[in-house]
């Protein structure tokens, strides 16, 4: 036995020293992804939230007391590094908005083919299998079969059959957006429940070999409410029925003995009294204009991350670190500098020539139109480095051919990506995730 484990770990070992690795045969027919925005361990490993399903799968599959989030943890590019298996430095959605060097709005990451690495939605194509993916980021003109967004109207969704479909068999027709009506609380818990409901029907009608999902409720509430927020338990609560509605699904579909669960954050949360608006510092100086366009600017910050109109003007970039370095005490200690040797390991945006990280409960803006360096700003956030456990998310994973009732001190959002193809058995190469033999049930290591 204990050969055959030195066996089996050696090859898998061997396997991802390469920029990713083959899997063989897989262990389940179906994987369903879902990810819960701003899922955090607590609501699993803490019986006070009302998240029964969730933590009914935790305790009989695996759970982790935390997964890494990626630099910077925001939900983009989270969301595309569980599918790709790597860093953003790699698959390029950098953040949740791109920067546009000619203005403040530099548009969305919205198209799958943004992302510069394979996805698992190509691997399962190439596999010929199906897929579906369900309010997904960076998920338009994905290679899927179906794919919904719940919270678009439905001229965003495009008029095609499958929403026709879901119209006649689930939904009814979408909603009408309209701008003069402010948002709610019910709307994003609306706008899961649709999704799940959808979900739900694919499973038992199409039986889609990989399905990824999104819910967006839990992130709703902290931003506004931090992690305690009485809104945070309804949310978590809506998430919790929502990941109900898809496992029960499959044992009506007659699935669920086939089919890998896997429950994931994109990113922690944390509590948050301070912002940083660098841009007005700048603007102070000299080095950025308030202009649409920014104007004649030399440096401007993209959230945390200093951005330069010519990255080899070290004139700028020396006056920039001197502001950072000569802050008022009182402000001073409110942040770190981050180097880009620091930004490389964490395979961060490459056009970005350094970093501020400031300490838990302050936040860096990229606004430009605030009048002083530091605001007020209450509620929750994250986006910062994960060099902090409130900035984990969290991981379940539950199904054939993986552990039972084991708990992960700790593992990366790019190995998401590897655990799913193994389950599928996909030739899928992660480039910075690899396949914990740990998660592995004891008896696919014995056959081996």
Not at 142 to 149: C, F, K, M, Q, T
């Amino acid at each position: 036995m204990k050969k055959l484990m030195v066996a089996f770990f050696a090859c898998l070992l061997a396997g991802t020293s390469q920029p990713g690795f083959a899997q063989g045969k897989g262990t389940a027919k179906h994987v369903i992804l879902i990810c819960v925005d701003g899922f955090r361990p607590d609501f699993y490993l803490e019986s006070k939230w009302p998240a029964p399903t969730i933590q009914r799968l935790a305790k009989a599959g695996i759970c982790a007391r935390g997964m890494r989030p990626v630099v910077p943890s925001v939900t983009l590019p989270d969301h595309t590094t569980m599918i790709t298996g790597a860093l953003p430095a790699k698959h390029g959605v950098y953040h949740n908005q791109p920067f546009d060097p000619q203005g403040w709005n530099g548009g969305s990451y919205s198209n799958s083919n943004q992302i510069k690495t394979p996805t698992l939605w190509d691997a399962v194509k190439q596999a010929g299998g199906t897929s579906a993916s369900l309010n997904w980021p960076v998920s338009g003109e994905a290679p899927v079969d179906w794919n919904y967004r719940s919270y678009r109207t439905r001229e965003d969704n495009g008029a095609n059959a499958f929403l026709t479909e879901i119209e006649e068999n689930v939904t009814g027709k979408m909603p009408v957006y309209d701008p003069k009506q402010p948002s709610t609380d019910f709307d994003s818990y609306a706008a899961d429940l649709r999704v799940a409901s959808v979900g739900a029907y694919l499973i038992q009608k199409h039986k889609p070999t990989l399905m990824t999902v999104h819910f967006v409720s839990t992130d709703h509430a902290q931003h506004e409410q931090g992690r305690e927020g009485e809104k945070v338990y309804q949310a978590i609560a809506i998430a919790d029925v929502c990941v109900s509605q898809l496992v029960e699904a499959t044992k009506k579909a007659g699935t669920y003995e086939n089919t890998v669960f896997i429950v994931a954050g994109d990113h922690g949360f944390e509590d948050r009294h301070t912002q940083l608006a660098w841009n007005a510092l700048l603007i102070k100086e000299g080095l950025l204009e308030n202009k649409p366009d920014r104007g004649n600017w030399k440096a401007c910050f993209k959230d945390q991350f200093l951005m330069l109109r010519d990255p080899k003007d070290k004139a700028t970039l020396a006056r920039v670190r001197k502001l950072l370095e000569e802050q008022p005490a009182p402000i001073r200690k409110l942040y770190r500098i981050v180097e880009r040797a620091e930004l490389d390991q964490y395979g961060a945006d490459p056009n970005a020539v350094l970093a501020v990280q400031p300490v838990e409960g302050v936040v860096c803006t990229s606004r430009y139109n605030l009048p002083e360096l530091v605001q007020s700003t209450p509620g929750g956030s994250h986006g910062l480095l994960p060099d902090r456990p409130s900035l984990y998310a969290g991981f379940i994973a539950f199904g054939p051919g993986l552990r039972k009732k084991a708990m992960l001190p700790e593992l990366g959002m790019e190995d998401v990506a590897p655990l799913a193809a193994y389950a599928l058995g996909l030739d899928f190469k992660a480039p910075d995730g690899i396949l914990y033999p740990g998660l592995i049930a004891e008896e696919f290591i014995k056959g081996y």
